[in-house]
């Protein structure tokens, strides 16, 4: 029978890996500019300022592009949320290193995003911010949990991230936002790869409890939503225009990560992890059955 580690037991057995990790993902991270994908000399001022309010006729996207944007920067404004919920797991040294990282990168993210639709006028600025207010004054909740839970969760986010934002891409809506999209979708893969690589190192400590705790979070996995003004939720809407469907996830999200970490062939499991890995089974490639 396994040794059970507490959460505080694992934080120190992995914080080798984190920081070798955190050195790595730096690395080879890319250092780009937020304002170097914002067309600046396509601003005018607002109403405010004596300048022109917003006009739906002045906006050139699509509605699949301005939803899927939308959706973007509202996910990526709730941020305290996001941050709030790891930091408050990942509290020490290099662990804490990461969250401030991984914080800054996100934020990145939305300062870009948000500077494109005011400047290039792409959205209504006034119904942005109220869904804006609304959707940070809501939050974002979940129960408590273990930390191999928070990894593996992360890495399935991260990961499901990266495939919206790859689909946002293939719109070719017009070569900035395709640009952006697949910035952020790279950034996105860095951070599944680092919350990856942890998972897969917890394996070597705690193999029972990892099996758990990636069961657990495909049973309970589920992405950031938006709730739309028309009473539908962004998932809803995402999935239709073919730019996020979870009934994918099993192929695009979890297969590949699944894969990485070796689920269907470890021999290092014990009850708890045989268990585990029963309720995954549904997931098992038969190509490799």
């Known amino acids: ?123 209504d600025p006034i119904e942005l911010e109220r869904l804006r207010m609304a959707h940070m004054t809501n939050g974002f909740r979940r129960p408590a949990l273990h930390l191999l839970d928070v990894l593996a969760n992360c890495a399935f986010e991260e990961a499901a991230s990266a495939v919206r934002h790859r689909n946002i891409a293939a719109l070719q809506e017009n070569p900035m936002v395709t640009a952006m999209a697949e910035r952020i979708a790279v950034d996105d893969e860095l951070q599944a790869a680092f919350f990856a690589h942890l998972v897969g190192a917890a394996f070597e400590h705690a193999p029972d409890q990892a099996m758990r705790a990636i069961a657990d979070r495909v049973a309970g996995f589920t992405v950031p939503s938006v709730a739309l003004p028309d009473g539908r939720s962004s998932d809803e809407v995402l999935a239709e225009a073919g730019i996020y469907d979870p009934a994918r996830e099993p192929e695009l999200v979890f297969g590949p990560l699944l894969r990485q970490w070796n689920v269907f062939d470890r021999s290092d499991l014990g009850e708890a992890g045989e268990q585990a890995r029963a309720e995954l089974a549904h997931l098992r490639d038969p190509a490799h059955a």
């Open 1 to 123: 029978m396994q040794n059970h580690l507490t959460d505080r037991e694992l934080l120190e057995a992995l914080s080798g890996e984190v920081e070798l990790e955190l050195h790595r993902h730096i690395e080879r991270a890319d250092g780009w500019q937020p304002h170097d994908y914002v067309p600046f000399d396509d601003g005018r001022n607002f109403g405010f300022l004596g300048g022109i309010d917003w006009e739906p006729e002045q906006s050139e996207l699509g509605e699949v592009a301005k939803l899927a944007l939308t959706v973007s920067v509202l996910i990526a404004d709730n941020l305290p949320s996001y941050h709030r919920e790891i930091g408050k797991y990942l509290r020490i040294g290099p662990w804490w290193r990461w969250v401030g990282r991984w914080t800054a990168e996100e934020n990145r993210h939305e300062i870009m995003l948000r500077n494109y639709l005011m400047v290039t006028r792409a959205v």
